[in-house]
């Protein structure tokens, strides 16, 4: 598992128009190759009356997956142009179909490439980008004089409280970036003078939005 990585939020679109074309850009994260062409045929079959429905996806923890299809356009000005701002923004587990219509003006090979980027970017940013942390779940159980200190530190800290328990001791579930566990420890043990326990628990992601301000 990778301890962190950048994909967008679920499922979402946005249109540009350029020179009389649209574009209609369709984004959506998925985890295989046949979850993308599924979703590039349900594009295709909403817009079958479209000039064409060009698409690219990036899928796997190598980006062993890539593929681009230019579905008519010139070769690559299309395909390779949504593909690329994949590459550029980093997106793992990312699929995009770019529906035209036609509106009359051709826009050359060069005006195709930026078209087709242009609306790739417009999808993704309205969609929205996240970074995947994979975070570890610690959990610290106290004696309850300790209670206030602890949890006001863990607050100003880089770790996240994900549950406290009130029980026998107050028990505070912490996430902690993998990796990150010894580093944890110490700081807790120095800051309480070694007056907690501390468990290990399971490892999950953790989703932050990135989206770049438009």
């Given at each position: 598992?990778?301890n962190?990585?950048?994909?967008?939020?679920?499922?979402?679109?946005?249109?540009?128009?350029?020179?009389?074309?649209?574009?209609?850009?369709?984004?959506?994260?998925?985890?295989?190759?046949?979850?993308?062409?599924?979703?590039?045929?349900?594009?295709?079959?909403?817009?079958k009356?479209?000039?064409?429905?060009?698409?690219?996806?990036?899928?796997?923890?190598?980006?062993?997956?890539?593929?681009?299809?230019?579905?008519?356009?010139?070769?690559?000005?299309?395909?390779?142009?949504?593909?690329?701002?994949?590459?550029?923004?980093?997106?793992?587990?990312?699929?995009?179909?770019?529906?035209?219509?036609?509106?009359?003006?051709?826009?050359?090979?060069?005006?195709l490439?930026?078209?087709?980027?242009?609306?790739?970017?417009?999808?993704?940013?309205?969609?929205?980008?996240?970074?995947?942390?994979l975070?570890?779940?610690?959990?610290?159980?106290?004696?309850?004089?300790?209670?206030?200190?602890?949890?006001?530190?863990?607050?100003?800290?880089?770790?996240?409280?994900?549950?406290?328990?009130?029980?026998?001791?107050?028990?505070?579930?912490?996430?902690?970036?993998?990796?990150?566990?010894?580093?944890?420890?110490?700081?807790?043990?120095?800051?309480?003078?070694?007056q907690?326990?501390?468990?290990?628990?399971?490892?999950?992601?953790?989703e932050?939005?990135?989206?770049?301000?438009?």
């Amino acid at each position: 598992m990778l301890n962190s990585y950048f994909t967008v939020k679920g499922e979402g679109n946005d249109e540009i128009v350029i020179q009389k074309s649209r574009f209609i850009g369709y984004v959506k994260r998925v985890e295989t190759e046949e979850e993308a062409k599924e979703f590039v045929q349900s594009i295709k079959k909403k817009h079958k009356d479209a000039t064409h429905n060009c698409s690219a996806y990036m899928i796997g923890e190598t980006d062993h997956i890539q593929k681009a299809h230019d579905d008519g356009e010139p070769s690559g000005t299309a395909g390779v142009p949504i593909l690329n701002v994949l590459k550029q923004k980093e997106l793992k587990d990312t699929a995009v179909v770019i529906t035209r219509y036609f509106g009359g003006i051709k826009l050359g090979a060069g005006g195709l490439i930026r078209a087709y980027g242009n609306a790739t970017s417009e999808a993704l940013n309205t969609t929205g980008i996240v970074r995947r942390q994979l975070m570890r779940t610690m959990t610290i159980k106290a004696d309850y004089s300790l209670l206030g200190k602890l949890e006001n530190e863990l607050r100003s800290s880089p770790y996240s409280i994900n549950r406290m328990e009130y029980l026998e001791h107050v028990e505070i579930d912490v996430f902690v970036e993998e990796g990150s566990e010894e580093t944890f420890t110490s700081w807790m043990v120095d800051l309480t003078s070694d007056q907690v326990e501390i468990t290990t628990g399971d490892v999950s992601y953790m989703e932050e939005d990135v989206t770049p301000d438009r």
